[in-house]
């Protein structure tokens, strides 16, 4: 039996590209970082149904390899293991050509769908680089324009003033107001004559 898939597992598993157990395997798809769920071939039925709704809910690929429970499980340190979850896409892409290599029936489709997944993330990671080369060489900075420079803007001309004539006429001093002019025959026309007799003053002194 052709074990280079195996040896792979080995690898990612080092490398902290693999997780290992039902329940691991899970929150990882359930995360969406899973790309490839591996189960066993004499995982039971319940485990396989499992399996394929943690692909449905990672939106990643699963399979069921040529390989035992125990053989996983010496694989990768464990007494027996009914399934792993790869997070490396490139892993996951070379494993799957390893099984394609040994059954093209049942794997090419799987390695096929693999590598475009792995060339779309490569050039997701080329853009990233990309972008970040961009913003460090100052490419995005706006550069200043040649010849005459820029003038300044205009401030908005200011609204004309209103000028309100007030309506409060001030009073005139005392010395500009116009004096009145009484001739002695008007002066004391409305004044009552005084009658000497009784109670006068003279009278009573003389």
């Not at 691991?24 to 490839?36: F, I, K, N, Y």
């Not at 591996?38 to 692909?55: E, K, P, W």
Request: aromatic share 4%; hydrophobic share 35%; glycine share 6%.
């Amino acid at each position: 039996m052709n074990r280079a898939a195996l040896n792979l597992l080995g690898i990612a598993l080092r490398g902290g590209n693999l997780t290992v157990g039902e329940e691991p395997v899970e929150a990882v798809a359930r995360s969406r970082d899973a790309r490839l769920l591996i189960l066993a071939s004499d995982a039971a039925d319940n485990t396989r149904r499992r399996v394929a709704h943690f692909a449905d809910a990672g939106q990643c690929i699963w399979v069921r390899v040529p390989y035992t429970k125990a053989e996983l499980g010496q694989t990768l340190g464990r007494s027996a293991v009914a399934v792993c979850a790869v997070t490396d896409i490139g892993l996951a892409a070379a494993i799957a050509h390893k099984l394609a290599e040994e059954d093209p029936v049942r794997f090419d489709e799987t390695a096929a769908r693999l590598d475009l997944k792995a060339q779309r993330a490569a050039e997701r990671r080329q853009e990233q680089r990309n972008h970040e080369k961009n913003v460090r060489t100052g490419k995005y900075k706006k550069k200043p324009t040649e010849g005459k420079a820029e003038e300044a803007p205009k401030a908005p001309a200011a609204a004309p003033v209103k000028t309100v004539k007030s309506t409060v006429r001030s009073r005139p001093s005392k010395a500009n107001r116009p004096q009145a002019k009484h001739s002695s025959a008007s002066r004391f026309a409305n004044s009552r004559p005084v009658k000497k007799g009784k109670g006068s003053y003279k009278k009573a002194r003389g």
